[in-house]
């Protein structure tokens, strides 16, 4: 069985039509998840919501009910390289978890979770893809004429909104994308022993700004029509928000035709 992790009700439905004899199956309150098979093979997908605690529940949901011989999590992710463009795929040869470290009045240094082992505490600055799945994964895409790159991705618990900081985690790193889930399930996986890659569609390029766009959102106890009046009068105050917010939704589509494709070619379901 392969199980495969995103992170959005929007990621969660563009896969949903590669189960064969799909069903709904338990999940974890707030998530979703469905069972099926993927060509010859059995698969669980599960939208867990976004960030590092939802990504690391799902997986170990996932690795404690269904027991799964590999972990795939996909999704949408910002560049974090000009190189890198809008809807190009990115193939993680590793995945690290860029906000965890020590912090101090020098700045800040990664240094990876610390995972006790053997009596001491051992840090992971990063989680590698396993090769065998990474490789499958390079000809899917170039089998499917899709563009994609192969590099490092950061896994942060913020939304990287600003170009500036964008660059600077790009050429701190020699990474190439930036998401909020990766990480976290690579842990749980290694910990389990679990084959673990991340395939990631680009949203948004590096020079894309999207200030502003928090406050566009749908919280939980909001009611719709407080939502619609902040989004009409953000509308009014500064009407470029909304726009940014199509242009990385328009974004996200593109991404998401992209990893469909892929994951059909991944898969084999085509």
Known sequence: MIAIICATPWEFKSMQGMLASRRETDAPGGMRAWRGECGDREAVMLCVGVGKVAAAAGTMFLVERHRPEELLVFGTAGALSDEVRLGDLVIASEVVPADTGIAHSGGFNTTGPGIGGEGTLLFHPSFD???ELLQRAVDAASSASLPHRVGKVLTCDQVVLDPELRLHLGESFQALAVEMEGAAAAQVAAGAGIPFLAVRGISDELS???QGLERALQYRGQSRRNLWKERMKLSVEDPSVMDRARE???????????LGSFLCAFLGTV
């Open 248 to 258: 990385l939704a328009r974004g996200r589509d593109l991404a998401l035709d992209r």
């Open 208 to 210: 894309h700004d999207f």
């Open 129 to 131: 893809a396993a090769p």
